[in-house]
């Protein structure tokens, strides 16, 4: 077993971690689910991973097994005794009887016909650590049959399990060290009932973990990454140094754009072509708020007016509407697509802003009325007319 903690100690060191280290308990055994020794097989020759939903707000119902179950007791050390099998179990073989459990396990060491033994500290799985044919360790779950005739319901060790989550999600997971390095650990999403199972134990903030996905978008430099359990965020220069700099996709077609003269964002799955669709809050904030880019004109948009109409609408990835006269100078001001049989009137053109005028310049309120027809849609109300805000301007006048 030497060499075994051996690597299961350098792996440990290689789980690139943020807070102090936290106890762990060891909960009663409970039967493994029986395998077949075809199963057991497989599992010698890839590394064994579980997918479990995220953790709840409470344990669900337990569930029931018609598997038998092997009571344990806890020892002074903490650690669980050797269970005896269940009234209902045939009895072991000699071989395999309590007293001979002490054997197998030194057997084991000496690579004999046991194996050494390790025990899941959030559910009730027990592995046996096998060692191939070219020196490399294992671990195959352990059928109760096998624990019960094979080892004498030996005791096993707990395995070395880590609990981790990352700053900016819920979502707690436990991670076993099997020797051969990163691409052997055992990676679990637990369960509100695993995380009371092994004692609610406190999780330590991770640079990184597996089945995460890192990415950047066509529209700005920010990185970004889609934990296991779907959650995005954009990642700072010291989180992405914490997950030991992992490579990223560069989604160079994709993005977000948002119109400099307009508050609306678009969602742009191909920038080439100007494809895209208008992005919401929501959206945009599960996505983890990426920075649009900001830009006059979006490819493929356009501007357009129906004739006889002087409203200018704007249809583009980002919306589809009327727009101001302010937004449509902001667009650089382009020349409306007409729709309808007549010819497309010249674009508007916008007088000079004039001196300012009092109400005492105009001789009635009809002129003065004109004066500031001309002048608002451009300027406002600069000369302070509207006293009112009614759009009716020196209303005093005859």
């Known amino acids: 077993m030497g060499a075994s903690q051996t690597r299961l100690s350098a792996a440990v060191a290689a789980l690139v971690i943020a807070t102090s280290a936290f106890g762990s308990i060891a909960p009663a ?48 050390t903490g650690l669980p005794a050797a269970a005896a099998p269940s009234p209902a179990a045939a009895a072991p073989s000699e071989a395999a009887s309590p007293a001979a459990a002490p054997k197998l396990q030194a057997q084991a060491t000496a690579g004999g016909p046991g194996w050494p033994l390790y025990k899941i500290v959030y559910d009730s799985t027990i592995f046996e650590l096998v060692t191939q044919g070219d020196g490399s360790q294992l671990p195959a779950p352990l059928s109760y049959e096998r624990w019960r005739d094979v080892y004498g319901f030996a005791t096993p060790t707990p395995a070395d399990t880590n609990f981790v989550k990352y700053p900016w999600a819920d979502t707690v997971y436990a991670v076993t060290f099997w020797p051969g390095g990163e691409n052997y650990w055992m990676w679990t999403r637990l369960s509100f009932p695993q995380w009371q199972t092994a004692g609610y134990p406190t999780p330590r903030n991770a640079g990184w973990i597996k089945g995460s996905y890192y990415y950047k978008w066509g529209t700005s430099n920010e990185l970004f990454v889609e934990g296991e359990d779907g959650v995005n965020h954009k990642l700072t220069g010291a989180e992405w140094a914490s997950s030991g700099y992992r490579s990223y996709v560069d989604r160079a077609n994709e993005g977000f754009m948002k119109p400099t003269w307009a508050p609306e964002m678009a969602r742009m799955s191909a920038i080439n072509t100007g494809a895209g669709r208008p992005l919401g809050y929501n959206e945009w904030r599960d996505e ?54 007549c010819s497309s009137p010249a674009p508007p053109s916008q007088p000079t802003r004039p001196a300012d005028k009092d109400c005492t310049d105009f001789r009635t309120q009809y002129e003065a009325q004109q004066w500031f027809n001309t002048y608002y849609q451009y300027y406002g109300d600069f000369a302070l007319l509207d006293s009112d805000n009614d759009r009716i301007a020196c209303e005093g006048l005859p």
């Open 29 to 76: 055994i409970a039967a493994p689910t029986t395998v077949t020794d075809e199963q057991v097989t497989e599992a010698t020759n890839s590394p064994t991973e579980t997918a479990v939903p995220a953790p709840s707000s409470a344990a669900p119902a337990a569930t029931e097994t018609s598997e038998p179950t092997a009571e344990v007791e806890t020892s002074a």
């Open 288 to 341: 983890g708020f990426p920075t649009p880019q900001a830009v006059q004109r979006i490819t493929g948009d356009k501007f357009y007016k129906d004739c006889g109409s002087n409203t200018i609408w704007y249809a583009g990835p980002a919306m589809n509407r009327p727009v101001s006269l302010q937004e449509w100078q902001g667009a650089g001001s382009p020349a409306p697509t007409v729709s309808g049989n």
